[in-house]
């Protein structure tokens, strides 16, 4: 079970927008859309920031989007704020029953 | 409001069995799915494994603890469980339990507790 492929690093200017990328296989995401993405900062637990690729959870910011094109999902964060300074995790269901996460972003707001 | 509590973690000899526990409240705990998941010192997030909530208890394993570890759940105690077995270095981490959403996400998570596998 091979993990989702993540940019280990992604920076962008306060206000300004970032894209996080998220690469899979036509077994997972490119096969269903059952894509979340996850936001945790240092020594805290993850917190559920999308899911069905584009869905918001209650009370996550709008700047939060998300998207997908064949086997790459995207998560947008638009407006960067210093708070959006963090790890970001996605994961989606696989033909292999299974529900891996991807390697990690690390995102810096300079 | 939804709360997780994990326990069991702590210092534990290579081949030695642990079991962690995640007590649940603010939900209908047996209404909803519950996964266990890791993050290893200075790692990422590793999936390990889901338990369903209704009467067919399925369960699903990461390749990595198959056969190793088990999960289970008492509804009666709001809780869910993982067994694990032949312990080695790397299982070294911080585990969560976490509640599914009913669309296999994980909506809630508890604060994790440390499993550190020593000599």
């Known amino acids: 079970q091979s993990a989702l492929t993540q940019p280990a690093s992604v920076s962008g200017s306060s206000g300004l927008s970032v894209s996080l990328s998220c690469t899979g296989t036509n077994s997972d995401v490119g096969n269903y859309n059952l894509v979340s993405c996850y936001q945790q900062h240092p020594g805290k637990a993850p917190k559920l920031v999308l899911y069905g690729v584009t869905q918001r959870p209650s009370g996550v910011s709008h700047r939060f989007s998300g998207s997908k094109s064949g086997n790459t999902a995207s998560l947008t964060i638009s407006g960067l704020q210093a708070e959006d300074e963090a790890d970001y995790y996605c994961s989606s269901y696989t033909s292999n029953d299974t529900l891996p996460f991807g390697t990690g972003t690390t995102v810096t707001v300079l | 409001q939804v709360e997780l509590v994990e326990s069991g973690g702590g210092v534990v000899q290579p081949g030695r069995s642990l079991r962690l526990s995640c007590t649940a409240s603010?939900?209908?705990?047996?209404?909803?799915?519950m996964h266990w998941v890791r993050q290893a010192p200075g790692k990422g997030l590793e999936w390990l494994t889901y338990?369903?909530?209704?009467?067919?208890?399925?369960?699903r394993y990461a390749d990595s603890v198959k056969g190793r570890f088990t999960v289970s759940r008492d509804n009666s105690k709001n809780t869910l469980y993982l067994q694990m077995n032949s312990l080695e270095y790397e299982d070294t981490a911080v585990y969560y339990c976490?509640?599914?959403?009913?669309?296999?996400?994980?909506?809630?998570w508890g604060q994790g507790t440390l499993v550190t596998v020593s000599p």
């Open positions: 603010g939900f209908t705990f047996s209404r909803y799915g």
């Open positions: 338990m369903s909530h209704d009467e067919t208890k399925k369960k």
């Open positions: 976490a509640k599914d959403s009913t669309s296999l996400n994980l909506d809630y």
